[in-house]
């Protein structure tokens, strides 16, 4: 595991000091940022303009027709999750890399993010197997218990990728290492996730009423009238709406990973504390090197 502490999202101490960081990485490393999530959001954007929502919509109420429609889309989809998850690995790299070194391109984002790709894969899937049991029988008991559970597992969640940068490629370390610094601040961590999630949900409502502005008139009467949101599906195929909405969602997207970097360096502080006091007991000094004197009686 490399030295991180001289990275800039580390020794976050409260969410005031969290916040600083974030905002701060995010004004300083803009360009790049912003570069990756729009090239993200385009190509996420263009597999779902090709997915006839509405057509799938309407066949909600014919068993047969849904499944044929379900086998059509399973392909965009799959590559829609495809790119969003090569993406997300992609941004992450650069987020730890770049401040470290100057000189970290895209040459070194691609190799580091193929080094975890199919470890973070792996772990991915059994982790959001996971989640999405504990989170069914949560639901099925009471409504409350299923959404904490969902929460708690996109807490868990957040740290795996960080992980698989920074220390292990190991997809049962990734995991178990996850769920070990979730629980290290398990209710702080939870309340840094729900304060910067529910600041990203706003930014995200707020861009995307002025991008649907010159399509709908109004935000308020796309989601009011059910003819004006069938409208806005097919403002989804637009390619002015398509360039409009992955220049604003660029604009959010880097949020998500400078955050998962803030609460990975603060819960793991104290491992890279001990592995260092570890270091300077086992260490040899100076008077190991003479024989010891015999204790005067």
């Keep these: 595991m490399q030295n991180f502490q001289n990275h800039p999202l580390a020794g976050a101490r409260d969410l005031d000091g ?29 597999i779902s303009s090709t997915i ?16 044929s429609m379900m086998k059509d889309i399973a392909l965009p989809y799959s590559l829609l999750m495809l790119v969003s998850f090569v993406f997300t ?5 650069w987020v730890l890399g770049k401040p470290l070194d100057e000189n970290y391109g895209i040459g070194g984002v691609l190799t580091d993010s193929a080094r975890v ?19 069914g029988i949560g639901l099925v008991m009471l409504v409350l218990p ?20 920074a220390e292990t490629r190991n997809t049962a370390t990734i995991i178990s290492r996850s769920f070990s610094l979730a629980h290290k601040n398990l209710w702080p961590n939870m309340g840094w996730l729900a304060v910067v999630l529910l600041i990203m949900l706003i930014a995200s409502m707020v ?3 002025i991008v649907m502005l010159p399509f709908t008139g109004t935000f308020i ?30 604009l959010v ?17 104290k491992k890279t504390e001990e592995v260092i006091h570890q270091a300077d007991e086992e260490r040899v000094k100076v008077e190991d090197l003479y024989p010891k004197m015999p204790d005067k009686e």
């Design 18 to 46: 969290a916040m600083i960081r974030l905002w701060d990485f995010y004004r300083k490393y803009f360009v790049g940022l912003y570069i990756i999530s729009v090239i993200s959001a385009l190509c996420s954007n263009l």
């Design 52 to 67: 006839d929502t509405n057509a799938l919509m309407q066949a909600t109420g014919d068993p047969e027709m849904l499944l």
């Design 89 to 93: 690995i992609i941004l992450h790299a």
């Design 117 to 135: 790709f199919i470890p973070f894969l792996l772990a991915a899937i059994v982790m959001g197997f996971g989640g999405i049991m504990l989170t």
């Design 146 to 165: 299923g959404l904490f559970a969902m929460f708690y597992f996109i807490t868990v969640f957040i740290f795996a990728l960080p992980v698989a940068l």
């Design 207 to 209: 861009v995307a009423g």
């Design 221 to 250: 009467k796309s989601i009011a009238n059910p003819e004006e949101a069938t409208a806005m599906l097919e403002m989804a195929r637009n390619p002015v709406y398509i360039i409009m909405s992955s220049l604003a969602g660029g």
């Design 253 to 269: 997207t880097p949020v998500f990973p400078i955050l998962a970097f803030i609460m990975f360096f603060r819960n793991s502080e």
